[in-house]
């Protein structure tokens, strides 16, 4: 049932043109991977030029970084994608930004899209949500500071949550000493999650 029922909300994902006929300038195709049975769900900000043509959730620069934390954790990337779940708030490409990076989608943007990660979840149940990115963490854990937030996990609703920051290059707070503390802190409870969930 959960599997016919991710396989349904898939195809609509993959159909959706409501952000492009709202007028915003996305590259229309949601990218997202993972399995039902899933109790883990990596949400992201969303996807960015390399996922639009690889069609796999972070694989491009910040997917590297990503993966390197998730190893440090004790998970290999292969196994990691083949067991758990990783999506966006926002499914599609959203186009360059006029600095650094990618464009942050906007809050109408992210409101059109949302009713879909609220599903996702529905579906897949997972008992631990990794938001990566200011824009993944505001969504689940509201506005706070960074130095705040990670290395510290949260339970909502009978979840919990561990954040991570943005991993890409363009985020100079990964840069800074206390920032890189509080990844390794972020890094250390998840490793004692996966030990103590046995995920």
Same mark, same amino acid.
């Given at each position: 049932?959960?599997?016919?029922?991710? %396989?349904?909300?898939? *195809?609509?994902?993959? $159909?959706?043109?409501?952000?492009?006929? /709202?007028?915003?300038?996305?590259? !229309? =195709?949601?990218?997202?991977?993972?399995?039902?049975?899933?109790?883990?769900?990596?949400?992201?900000?969303?996807?960015?030029?390399?996922?639009?043509?690889?069609?796999?959730?972070?694989?491009?620069?910040?997917?590297?970084?990503?993966?390197?934390?998730?190893?440090? %954790?004790?998970?290999? *990337?292969?196994?990691? $994608?083949?067991?758990?779940?990783?999506? /966006?708030?926002?499914?599609?490409? !959203? =186009?360059?930004?006029?600095?650094?990076?990618?464009?942050?989608?906007?809050?109408?943007?992210?409101?059109?899209?949302?009713?879909?990660?609220?599903?996702?979840?529905?579906?897949?149940?997972?008992?631990?949500?990794?938001?990566?990115?200011?824009?993944?963490?505001?969504?689940?854990?509201?506005?706070?500071?960074?130095?705040?937030?990670?290395?510290?996990?949260?339970?909502?609703?009978?979840?919990?949550?561990?954040?991570?920051?943005?991993?890409?290059?363009?985020?100079?707070?990964?840069?800074?000493?206390?920032?890189?503390?509080?990844?390794?802190?972020?890094?250390?409870?998840?490793?004692?999650?996966?030990?103590?969930?046995?995920?």
């Amino acid at each position: 049932m959960y599997k016919a029922s991710l %396989a349904k909300l898939h *195809e609509e994902m993959r $159909r959706c043109c409501r952000c492009l006929e /709202a007028g915003y300038p996305i590259t !229309p =195709g949601a990218i997202f991977s993972g399995r039902p049975s899933a109790r883990v769900m990596v949400v992201g900000q969303a996807p960015g030029v390399r996922e639009g043509k690889t069609g796999l959730p972070f694989s491009g620069p910040a997917g590297k970084r990503l993966f390197q934390w998730l190893r440090q %954790a004790g998970w290999q *990337e292969d196994d990691f $994608r083949a067991s758990q779940y990783i999506t /966006a708030i926002t499914k599609c490409y !959203p =186009g360059k930004g006029n600095g650094r990076g990618d464009r942050v989608p906007t809050a109408a943007e992210r409101k059109l899209c949302v009713p879909f990660l609220a599903r996702e979840l529905d579906i897949i149940r997972p008992q631990l949500i990794i938001p990566v990115g200011r824009v993944a963490i505001d969504h689940f854990l509201g506005r706070g500071k960074l130095a705040d937030l990670i290395g510290n996990v949260f339970e909502r609703d009978g979840r919990l949550l561990l954040p991570l920051p943005h991993p890409s290059g363009a985020d100079l707070w990964l840069n800074r000493p206390k920032s890189q503390a509080l990844i390794r802190a972020a890094l250390d409870h998840l490793r004692r999650l996966k030990q103590e969930m046995a995920l």
